[in-house]
């Protein structure tokens, strides 16, 4: 795909007509947000969730009758207050104002100055209570909104899920995704380098507590023989995952003690062949 081919699509937010804020989407997995400030959109990268990488953002709903009300409330007492304090400072612009009359009007200034900062700091304080009730919290996963804005679904019933093709996570360019199933998902992920990986280093780390592994009867029968032949015990705990020590417990009775040897011939070759077919 050639780099300057660049196209974006904006990806509809579900549940919202606010336009207040908006996201495109480019087919190389890029990510523009419009807002008043930013109204010719700008790059943005987001976070990331499970490795993917995700938009979060709020959107202020509509806004309560109860809640409109209080806030209309405290506007008017600060358009009061605004008006008074303007007033008064026309009047100490004027040529006409005394001395004594400005002394006065700048004494009962202070207060009204006083009143409007409290009133202004309430106000801030009730809209950010209400702001809050009003927040509708949204997420985007990135490469789902790629996949629903470039790649056609042609079972959309079954194929819910996202694929990204190379394992990689952060790679949300149009061709590295492909819509899947939930089956075709568990498949890929078993064919990914870190699963494989991952799967590697949890067999290292439980292959030193084969030591402790539990022998069968037929195992010890076997083994017992064995050492009645002459087989070393290091071999034969190599053979069957558990260390020398089991072996020599083995062989002085401290473990599997009351395990004898008094079969037939053929009943002890037996363990022996299947032992052998197995290993």
Sequence with gaps: MDRNNVIWKEYSINGTEDKSMRFEFSNYGEVKSFN?????????????????????????GEMDEVSASVLESIQKEIDALRSEIKEKNALLKKKSTTYDESRKIERS???????LEKILKKMSKERA????????????????????????????????????????????????????????????????????EHNLKLER???????????????????????????????????????????????????W????????KEEIELPEVLSEVQN
């Design 205 to 255: 780390r439980d292959r030193p507590k084969r030591d402790h592994a539990k022998l069968t009867y037929s195992d010890v029968v076997f083994i017992k023989r064995k050492l009645e032949k002459g087989e070393t015990m290091a071999r034969l705990a190599r053979r069957f995952g558990v260390s020398s020590m089991q072996i020599h417990r083995i062989k002085t009775g401290e473990n």
């Design 257 to 264: 003690g009351d395990v004898k040897l008094t079969f037939s």
């Design 36 to 60: 008043v400030n930013n109204p010719k959109g700008r790059l943005i990268n987001g976070g990331l969730q499970g490795g993917y990488p995700i938009i979060r953002f709020k959107i202020l």
């Design 109 to 115: 200034l202070n207060p009204k100055k006083e009143s």
């Design 129 to 196: 209570k209400i702001n809050k009730k009003r927040s509708i919290y949204y997420q985007i996963l990135v490469h789902k909104a790629v996949a629903e804005l470039f790649i056609p679904n042609d079972d959309p019933e079954d194929k819910q899920f996202v694929l990204h093709l190379n394992f990689d996570k952060q790679d949300n360019r149009v061709e590295n995704l492909a819509w899947a199933t939930k089956e075709e998902v568990l498949e890929h992920g078993r064919k990914s380098p870190k699963w494989i």
